[in-house]
T-cell receptor, first 116, second 112 residues
Framework: GAVVSQHPSRVICKSGTSVKIECRSL??????MFWYRQFPKQSLMLMATSNEGSKATYEQGVEKDKFLINHASLTLSTLTVTSAHPEDSSFYIC????????????FGSGTRLTVV | GDSVVQTEGQVLPSEGDSLIVNCSYE??????LFWYVQYPGEGPQLHLKAMKANDKGRNKGFEAMYRKETTSFHLEKDSVQESDSAVYFC???????????FGTGTRLQVFP
């Protein structure tokens, strides 16, 4: 079946530094990737949608200069949290969708970001 | 816009109890409907899905019927087990959009 690998699973960084999170589709071509943010005991909030080779489309209220998304290939998308601050601490989850309709949406295992 | 409303908060049945977690949706399109399950510290996993009206999704004893007339996709199980404990999200995706719209999630805690 479809597998999406996301790493790191946990990262702690200092305030003001940047952190990159990778999301890879291992056995299918992900034409579209999604990035979500989840606060404790809450639902997933869609941050942005990216199509391979195109600029990401950000949801309202999400700062595109702070959350840089790159989707340079059909198997890899990255989210970079720039100049991280403690309020950026959260659980970030990617999801990928491929051209094969049976795959639907496959989620990565998430990244717990803690900014100190 | 598209939206999903599901049973809020948590559900606390005992092992062997029957379960219904309500999910209602609103959309102008003909959506596909999903239930995702999330365990602590992990990303959501697809639990079951239904792609069109009157389809029934099934997985591990859980069922959900896609009911267009009531715009609902309730999750049901005859007899829950402690291992079913997790957070369950109802979600939809429209034919004209590739986004998944999630409900707020329902925490299922089954007591032995």
């Amino acid at each position: 079946g479809a597998v999406v690998s996301q790493h790191p699973s946990r990262v702690i960084c200092k305030s003001g530094t940047s952190v990159k999170i990778e999301c890879r589709s291992l056995d299918f071509q992900a034409t579209t990737m999604f990035w979500y943010r989840q606060f404790p005991k809450q639902s997933l909030m869609l941050m942005a949608t990216s199509n391979e080779g195109s600029k990401a489309t950000y949801e309202q209220g999400v700062e595109k200069d702070k959350f840089l998304i790159n989707h340079a290939s059909l198997t890899l998308s990255t989210l970079t949290v720039t100049s991280a601050h403690p309020e950026d601490s959260s659980f970030y989850i990617c999801s990928a969708s491929g051209t094969e309709s049976n795959y639907g949406y496959t989620f990565g295992s998430g990244t717990r970001l803690t900014v100190v | 816009g598209d939206s999903v409303v599901q049973t809020e908060g948590q559900v606390l049945p005992s092992e062997g109890d029957s379960l219904i977690v309500n999910c209602s949706y609103e959309t102008t399109q003909y959506p596909s409907l999903f239930w995702y399950v999330q365990y602590p510290g992990e990303g959501p996993q697809l639990h079951l899905k239904a792609m069109k009206a009157n389809d029934k999704g099934r997985n591990k004893g859980f069922e959900a019927m896609y009911r267009k007339e009531t715009t609902s996709f309730h999750l049901e199980k005859d007899s829950v087990q402690e291992s079913d404990s997790a957070v369950y999200f109802c979600a939809l995706s429209g034919k004209n959009t590739d986004k998944l719209i999630f409900g707020t999630g329902t925490r299922l805690q089954v007591f032995p």
